[in-house]
């Protein structure tokens, strides 16, 4: 049945057309949009995206104000969202990590320490490619550790993973560091404990 068919008397059945001419259904939910005017539910789809499209910035405010006044619906839209397609998101992340592996390490390494790839490649080429503490030479860039200050979050320089390891296990204190430096001299004095 075609949105033009007639009835019995060569008329329009104007009851069973919305006005763009769709058909009404039984289970279509009807909005009353103007006095004396029927709009199926397509319609009211179509109205609201021609009239989001022509007032893109009243559309924004609108939704930016109801987002404000109702979090937690807000929240609750968004964890059903990642819920229902958690394994599509995912996916899409593993592929966009696949295709940019050095980009996006060197964004986790700039939000984390504060320098681009070129101020690390000045940094290893004034080191001479070797670890700031031991000198040790004999492993890659990719696997020196960017040694940073916690307290003040500014870089020191590029160590080896054990000198890493060592200072952070020592926290970072001079005066620990300083007894450690005692007692390794020290060590040829030992005590003689019979077990």
Not at 7 to 15: D, E, P, S
Not at 52 to 67: P, S
Not at 71 to 78: A, C, L, M, N
């Given at each position: 049945m075609s949105p033009c068919?007639?009835?019995?008397?060569?008329?329009?059945?104007?009851?069973?057309?919305?006005s763009r001419g769709h058909l009404f259904s039984e289970t279509a939910v009807y909005f009353p949009s103007r006095p004396n005017e029927r709009v199926c539910s397509k319609c009211?789809?179509?109205?609201?995206?021609?009239?989001?499209?022509?007032?893109?910035?009243?559309?924004?405010?609108?939704?930016?104000?109801?987002?404000h006044e109702h979090?937690?619906?807000?929240?609750?839209?968004?964890r059903k969202y990642?819920?229902?397609?958690?394994?599509?998101?995912?996916?899409?992340s593993r592929e966009r990590y696949s295709r940019n592996k050095e980009g996006k390490k060197w964004q986790i390494i700039f939000r984390k320490y504060g320098i681009t790839q070129e101020d690390f490649n000045k940094l290893f080429e004034?080191?001479?490619g070797c670890c700031a503490i031991c000198g040790k030479d004999d492993f890659t860039q990719w696997t020196l550790n960017i040694d940073h200050c916690h307290k003040t979050?500014?870089?020191?320089?590029?160590?080896c993973n054990?000198?890493?390891?060592a200072i952070g296990a020592l926290q970072e204190d001079v005066n620990i560091l300083q007894n450690a430096i005692k007692y390794i001299n020290n060590a040829g004095v030992c005590l003689n404990v019979s077990m």
């Open positions: 068919e007639r009835n019995n008397l060569g008329r329009f059945n104007k009851q069973e057309l919305c009211r789809i179509i109205n609201t995206k021609e009239w989001r499209l022509k007032n893109v910035e009243r559309a924004r405010a609108g939704y930016r104000k109801w987002n979090p937690e619906k807000v929240k609750e839209s968004y990642y819920e229902k397609n958690k394994e599509k998101r995912l996916q899409a004034l080191q001479k979050g500014k870089v020191r320089g590029i160590l054990n000198c890493n390891t």
